[in-house]
């Protein structure tokens, strides 16, 4: 198992999906990075030595990246105060009910149900 920025990574994935296994970071940003660093597209997470490593971790340090437990701790504090102002999509969120204007008359049945 690879240990990077506080996760592992999957070994048998290329390095620039197992990348995206951290929270946070998605396809663009993974290629980003590997292109950033003239890593192999098929270069594997378990074929990384040390020094790709470090490498990598000072790449992201220096993108100064927000990810895992900073980025969950970002997007609540937007959630808390969308419903704090009362936003009509936070407030419709809240109640289970389609945020985006869809219809509510039968297609929302299910999803109040569930609640």
């Known amino acids: ?47 990384l030595t040390q020094s790709q490593r470090t490498e990598l971790e000072e790449l992201a340090k220096k993108l100064d990246l927000t990810i895992k437990g900073d980025l969950k701790r970002v997007l609540l504090n937007i959630k808390k105060e969308s419903l704090s102002i009362r936003l009509y999509k936070a407030v419709r969120s809240r109640q289970g009910f389609p945020v ?16």
């Open 100 to 115: 985006r204007g869809q219809r509510t008359h039968t297609n929302a049945k299910t999803a109040k149900k569930i609640r």
């Open 1 to 47: 198992m690879v240990y990077l920025l506080g996760s592992q990574l999957p070994n048998n994935k290329k390095l620039n999906k197992s990348l995206t296994s951290i929270f946070g970071i998605g396809q663009g940003q993974s290629n980003k990075i590997c292109k950033k660093l003239g890593f192999s597209p098929r270069l594997k997470a378990e074929e």
